[in-house]
């Protein structure tokens, strides 16, 4: 493969015990690693490419990929569980899981998991710093249809009862020339059960629910739409809402936008909370215009979606469902609704309302509603 862009060495190995998730069957097959496209506390993600052994001599098999390839330490708990989630989602707005080996490091000897998934070429981050460097946001058709895809992603992971735990952009996948968009990295995902304590030193700060802060550990997958808001939010803003720069300064960003948190919240979240309840109102205005103010470039039904999602109370917080069905989104369903990749003049055709029947049996009484035109 020529055309492939190579960073450092190109690593090739041939595995014996090589599982296709599709079928699951074992094969032997070649793994061409040729980029490090990511690196963090978890592991490493590399692109490669992969083909069957038995069909390299025969000369009949091509190379398939790309593929980003997650590599985590096999031993520990949480890694299988991210293995366990991945092998039974399948949604087009979530990555796919397409091959999966364990691999013992020559550098340190340790055994690895091996997670080989479909490969995007971008993330949401990247696509809002790209467009605030040009002094813009991200054009409304991408920006309605990302969120509408990220939102349905949403409706089937939480059908599930499964959580993400780490929304933000950067766990958000998206190819700017198809204008699609994958949900990625399930390593903090978790199948929440009702009544069973989780750990609330989860997602990353800047998109952590404030029940998560004040040491919530009964919570619900309405952890996973807050985050939604504030990736809504930073696309419209061109950065992250609520900076704060120590968990409990937090709290005090998100007060800066939705006013004191009510005495109520703290006690349904952790009534043993003993931190700073930011009980002082730091703005005089109401909390709509002080969402007009802050949002002041933003359409109407955009602060609208944003009211619904952005509240304290989880219970109250807008469900997937009700966030399809929104005004914000009425537009995509338009004749006319156009969507113009990146520097191109020729508008490409969406299949959005391709919903299955496990996710209109989720929307419920909604699913009218969201499929009139």
Known sequence: MSHLKTQGPIKEYLLDQVVDNSTGKVNSMVVREYKRIGEGAFGTVVEA????????????????????????????EYKSRELELLRVVNHPNIVSLRFFFDKRSSADGQVYQNLVMECLPSNLQNEIKYYRQSKYTIPYPHMKTYIFQLARAMLYLHGFGISHRDIKPSNILVD????????????????????????????SRYYRAPELIVGCSL??????????????????????????????SQLKEIAKLLGPPPKVFFFKSNPLYRGSMYSNKLFACSIEERFRQIFSNSPPDAIDLLMKILVYD???????????????????????????????????ALNLFNFSN???ELLGSLKDELLSS
């Open 219 to 248: 919570y619900t997958t309405k952890i996973d739409i807050w985050g939604l808001g504030c990736v809504i939010a930073e696309m419209f803003l061109g950065k992250p809402i609520f900076q704060g720069e120590t968990p409990e």
């Open 358 to 360: 496990y996710e209109l």
């Open 49 to 76: 490419v992969l083909r069957r052994a038995d069909k390299i001599e025969d000369g009949s098999e091509e190379w398939l990929g790309p593929f980003a390839i997650k590599r985590v330490p096999a031993q520990t």
């Open 176 to 203: 700017p020339a198809t204008v699609t968009l994958k949900i990625c990295d399930f390593g903090s995902a978790k199948k929440l059960e009702p009544n069973q304590p989780s750990v609330s030193y989860i997602c």
């Open 314 to 348: 989880p219970e109250k917080r807008a469900s997937p469902r009700r966030v399809l069905c929104h005004p914000f989104f009425h537009e995509l369903k338009s004749e006319n609704f156009k969507v113009y990749p990146r520097g191109s003049s020729e508008a490409i």
